[in-house]
Nanobody, 115 residues
């Protein structure tokens, strides 16, 4: 079993920055894709950013140029650097990790951006 521990969420003003971290622990063999999703109240969960083992990344159009996803394979950790935050970025952010054929999710961390 793999457990994901998220950190870095909080309250910031518009234009500010946050860095989210998600560390995988437990039975780690070979983690493949890692990413971040978010869900705002009353809205559907959406993919924010993903990163492959080789470092190839993809982003939602709404965050391109503002967010950067990265990973440290030695630490089994994925990061999301969020700059120029907007109120519409307010959501619960969930870490997502694939190992073999199994998908794992973090508990979520709240990000709130005030005007």
């Amino acid at each position: 079993q793999v457990q994901l521990v998220e950190s870095g969420g909080g309250l910031v003003q518009a234009g500010g920055s946050l860095r989210l971290s998600c560390a995988a622990s437990g039975t780690i063999f070979s983690i493949n894709r890692m990413g971040w999703y978010r869900q705002a109240p009353g809205k559907q969960r959406e993919l924010v950013a993903g990163i492959s083992t080789s470092g190839f990344t993809n982003y939602a159009d709404s965050v391109k140029g503002r967010f950067t996803i990265s990973r440290d394979n030695a630490k089994n950790t994925v990061y999301l650097q969020m700059n120029s935050l907007k109120p519409e970025d307010t959501a619960v952010y969930y870490c997502n990790v694939y190992q073999r054929w199994t998908e794992y999710w973090g508990q979520g961390t709240q990000v709130t951006v005030s005007s």
